[in-house]
């Protein structure tokens, strides 16, 4: 991904929804990947990086069959000088590159480093894909994380074991209960073992990144408006409650929040969206029991 384009995705997502710093400022005032990554000179069409025996490459191509108009992003793996996997990313329909690709340790049980390679959508609040490269036995092969808000830079060993994570926040949360920029929500994390996905959010050890990322949430709020923030307080409540804390935070938004005046919306209790939701189903709820209903429905216990 080239500076300006880090730098217009950055603007995108600024408000309480912006992603956990993974980045770390080099100085010159950009943040720097904290893993060897491809960067894009200026009016190239292809960037590489090399680590041991595993080179990155992405290169941008014209591929009829995935995009007539744009070129795609395209991973190319190589081990030892031979092509070990390619992986096609997605189009931003921009005319320069939006596509990274880092080389990290992430699973242990491999002698190789991964690849993780991230392609945005482009749009304004979405989306960048996740795909990681992986050595599985004596072949590579691609494991899909997913798509994420934000500019695709989520890769930090957040417990210090020398393996790396992927760090972003529940996506679900944004939009649900205010404005994007009015939104906060909890950390997610994910780990890649044995070219699968494991959603490692509530394991022990990451507990001092959840109580970080609890922290610029509650600095980011000005205390005036702290329990008259609906999108805050859903994404407060909710890191509170991977924390184990949920349900002593939700009694203080509940002490808090002025139900006098906030006259109700209507959901569907079965979390189907509203437009579809049967008529049997629809109830107006003030924001306390709607978030309790909606924490219920995606895993957040109290």
Not at 190 to 203: I, L, M, N, Q
Not at 218 to 230: A, Y
Not at 253 to 267: A, I, R, S
Request: with cysteine.
């Amino acid at each position: 991904m080239t500076p300006a384009l880090r730098l217009l995705v950055a603007a995108a997502f600024l408000g309480l929804a912006a992603m956990p710093a993974l980045a770390e400022d080099d100085g010159s005032g950009e943040d720097k990947p904290k893993y060897p990554t491809t960067e894009f000179e200026e009016g190239a069409t292809s960037a590489s990086v090399t680590v041991g025996d595993v080179t990155a490459t992405v290169t941008m191509e014209r591929r009829p069959e995935i995009d007539k108009e744009f070129d795609t992003p395209v991973l190319h793996v190589l081990v030892g000088g031979q092509p070990a996997i390619e992986v096609p990313g997605v189009v931003s329909g921009m005319e320069f590159p939006a596509a990274d690709a880092s080389i990290a340790p992430m699973d242990p049980g491999n002698s190789l480093p991964e690849v993780y390679f991230s392609s945005y959508s482009g749009g304004a609040h979405c989306c960048s894909h996740v795909a990681v490269a992986e050595q599985v036995g004596d072949q590579w092969v691609k494991v899909d994380v997913g798509d994420f808000d934000g500019d695709g830079n989520y890769l930090d060993d957040l417990d210090g074991d020398g393996n790396a994570e992927i760090s972003t926040v529940d996506n679900r949360f944004l939009y649900q209960f205010d404005c994007y920029a009015c939104s906060a929500a909890p950390l997610v994390i994910y780990a890649v073992r044995a070219g699968k996905v494991e959603e490692v959010t509530r394991d022990p050890r990451f507990e001092k990144a959840h109580r970080d990322w609890l922290k610029e949430m509650e600095d980011s709020i000005d205390p005036g408006d702290k329990w008259k923030s609906p999108g805050y307080l859903a994404g407060w409540v909710a890191e509170k409650a991977i924390l184990g804390e949920g349900a002593a935070a939700f009694r203080d938004l509940t002490e808090h929040w002025d139900l006098k005046t906030d006259e109700g919306e209507e959901v569907c209790t079965s979390g189907a969206d509203i437009d579809s939701c049967p008529k049997a189903q629809r109830v107006v709820m003030k924001f306390p029991d709607r978030l309790k209903l909606f924490l219920q429905q995606n895993g957040y216990a109290l």
